[in-house]
């Protein structure tokens, strides 16, 4: 079966990006962490992976590290990191989102910029 591809507008920053939302979209690859806005159109992946991160970090401050490390933990064992939601690439060097560290589950004391243990 053949994927369609639709071209989509970016609800927040306007960018085109590619969409298969018929069959299997890019995004489902994304932690299910933000409750679902039927009034925001589609965003693109630097869009949604922006939002998604600040929707953690909220998260961690509403619920609780214990919580969320709880939520995250089906996701342990995906067997790829996600680009713009477990790490980005920052002069060819890998940093790890909070997300990822929550999938983790304990923080493994090398100083991690984004650690969500280290507050807790």
């Known amino acids: 079966m053949d994927k369609t591809i ?3 507008r970016c609800s ?3 960018s085109e990006f590619d969409c298969s939302a018929d069959q299997s979209c890019w ?3 994304f932690p299910p962490v933000m409750p679902a806005d039927f009034t ?3 965003r693109c992946p630097c869009c949604l992976a922006l ?3 600040k929707q953690v970090a909220a998260s961690i401050e509403q619920r609780g590290i214990e919580e969320m490390v ?3 933990r089906p996701y342990r064992s995906a067997s790829e990191a996600v680009e713009g939601i477990d790490y980005t690439l920052e002069r060819g060097n890998y940093v790890f989102s909070r997300w990822f560290h929550l999938k983790r589950g304990s923080c493994c004391e090398s ?3 984004n650690c969500p243990f280290k507050d807790s």
Do not use: H, S, W, Y
């Open 6 to 8: 639709t071209a989509k």
């Open 12 to 14: 927040t920053c306007d």
């Open 27 to 29: 995004c489902m690859a």
């Open 40 to 42: 925001q159109a589609c």
């Open 51 to 53: 939002a998604v991160e």
């Open 70 to 72: 709880e939520l995250a």
């Open 111 to 113: 100083g991690c910029r």
